[in-house]
C-alpha cells in the first residue's frame, strides 16, 4: 500500500530467453520473467496503482480484460507505451469476484505480443466467493491454467508470421502450452480443485473434457460466479474466455487423468455453412483430432475441506424491457479480399469486417450514454468469431433466438458467436463517462483483431 491507500504493481515488460523443449531456447516477451506474467489478486473495493515499464525496445499497450475500469485506464490501443517508458494506471476494483487477465492491446501487434508470452492473469476476490467452501489456496488447490498453442520448431525458435492462412484461421501451433510450459503436469491430492481455464492462445477453440470423460462443475464465467455450479463433461472455450471449474478428486488416490481437448467442436464445425466450407483444408493436424492438455497426478487424500456449493451467488439479471437502444454488429469478410491474394507485405490486409468497415483508430462507432442499458446484437455472416467488449460485463439474452446453456447464463464479456448466428447480449454502461478515450470491441481471435476485426466506443 502506498500513501494514497493503493496497492501497487509494478510490471516489467521485457525480453527473455526460455526452454521450451529440451536443449533449445526460446526469444521471448515477459512480464518480470521471461514469458507470461505474475499474477494480479485485488478484492472488491481495493484501490490499484500499476506501474508499467517497456523494457521491450518497441512500442505495446496493457489491457485489462474483463476488468470495469475508466477507458482512460484500459489499455487499449490508445494508451501507447513507448519504448522505455512507464504507464501509470490507477483504478478501483467495482465488479464481484472474477477470473480476469492482462495483455497488450496494440493495434496491429496485438496477436505477436501475446503469442511471445506477454500475458497474466488478474484474480478479483469478494466476500461472496470468500464465505463459499471452494478451494482457495493459490497454485494448491486453486489453480490458474492458461492455455496457448506455439508453433516452436526443433531450434527453439518460435516464428510468428502472418500468411493468407494465418491471417484467416489466426495463428495457431502444434505445441499446447499451459502456463509456459509444454502438456506439463499438475501434481495434487486427492480433493477437490478449482482450475480457474484461460483461453490464452491466439486463435484456437478448445472442447475440454477429462480422459476418463468424468462430469465436472463449472462454477464461474468470464465476469464471476454462476448462480449454481453446472455440472458437464465438455466445456468449450474459445480465445479470451474463461471458466472456473471445480474437479472432485476425493476417489482418486493415486489416481492419472489428462486434461484433453476433444476434436467433435473444433475448427470444421465451426466453418460448417460459413463462406468457407473448407474446413477440412483450413484445417490444422490438431482441428481434427483430440490431444492431451495437461497430465494430473494425484497422490494421498487431501484435507481441505472444500465442497461443492450447491448455490454460489445471485445475479442481477437485466431486463430487455429497459433496454433503451439496440445495436447491430454483422461479422463478415471483406470484399474483394480472395483467398489467393498474398498480403502479407501489404498495410491493407484487411479480410474481417464489423458492420462492413475495418478498425480506424480515428473513428468512432458508437456512442452509448452513461447508465444507459443497451441490447447488442451480433450477427455472423462468416466464420465462428469470439466477439469482446471492454468496459462491461454483459448477459447472453439468446443464441438464434433460443435461450444460453445453463453454462453461458453468467457474466460474460467474450462470446464466441457460429457461423449463421445471430447471438443477442445486454449490458449496461455505468460508472465511467468520458468522450475523449474510447473502449474497444472485438473478435479475440488475435489475428482479426490485429487485421482490423474491431471498433471502438465512447460512454458519454
Ligand atoms: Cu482481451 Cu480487447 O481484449
Ligand atoms: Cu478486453
Ligand atoms: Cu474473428
Redesign the pocket.
Known sequence: LNDAGQKVFELNLQRGQKSFLPGTSTETFGINGDYLGPTIRLSKGDKALFKVTNHLGERTTIHWHGAHVPAAMDGGPHQVIEAGETWQPSFEIMQPAATLWYHPHLHGKTGEHVYKGLAGFFIVDDEVSDSLPLPKTYGVDDIPIVIQDRNIDPDGTMNYTINNMENMMGFRGAYILVNGAVTPTLETKAQMIRLRLLNGSNARIYNFGFSDNRTFYQIATDGGLLQTPVPMNRLRLAPGERAEILLDLRQDINNYLILKSYSEETTPSLMRDSMMSRGRMMSDDLDMQTFDVMYIRIGEIGDNGASLPSQLTSIDWLQSATAVRTRTFVLGMGMGMGMGRRFSQSTERHM?TINGQSFDMNRIDETVRLGDTEIWVIRNQSMA?PFHMHDVQFQILDRNGAPPSASEKGWKDTVLVMPNETVRVIARFDDFADPDHAYMYH?H?LE?EDDG?MGQFIVV
Open positions: 474481417f468469431h473478435c481471435i482479426h476485426m
